[in-house]
């Protein structure tokens, strides 16, 4: 993103999903967590047990950027947020802004 590297947990099963990252108290600025999906799809996430807030990041197929939910808080709990995507990218609240991240914009992983 913008040259900016992260070290991105997997999210490839749907017990690995349905915790995502809830229960951390703290996520390293570089780092975050990829939610894998084997098609493109409406993709719903909430912020269960979640304990700061996060960007999430819709992707398509090839890998671009189809929509953005920036600032998520944990008292948004039990709303949902929902977009189309084949994969999630979620990083601390701010990351996407801060990399200028646009939708349409590749992201390589």
Excluded at 8 to 27: D, F, N
Excluded at 39 to 52: A, G, T
Excluded at 58 to 73: A, E, M, N, Y
């Amino acid at each position: 993103m913008n040259g900016q590297r992260y070290a991105v947990r997997p999210a490839i099963t749907e017990a690995e999903q349905q915790k995502g990252l809830g229960g951390l108290h703290i996520l390293p600025a570089d780092q975050g967590m990829l939610f894998l999906f084997p098609q493109s799809q409406e993709l719903c996430f909430w912020m269960k047990d979640m304990h700061f807030p996060i960007d999430i990041i819709w992707l398509s197929t090839d890998k671009r950027v189809t929509f953005i939910k920036s600032s998520v808080s944990p008292d948004t709990y039990p709303a949902s947020f929902c977009a189309t995507g084949r994969y999630v990218l979620e990083l601390n609240a701010g990351q996407a802004a801060r990399n200028h991240l646009l939708l349409g914009q590749q992201v390589s992983f």
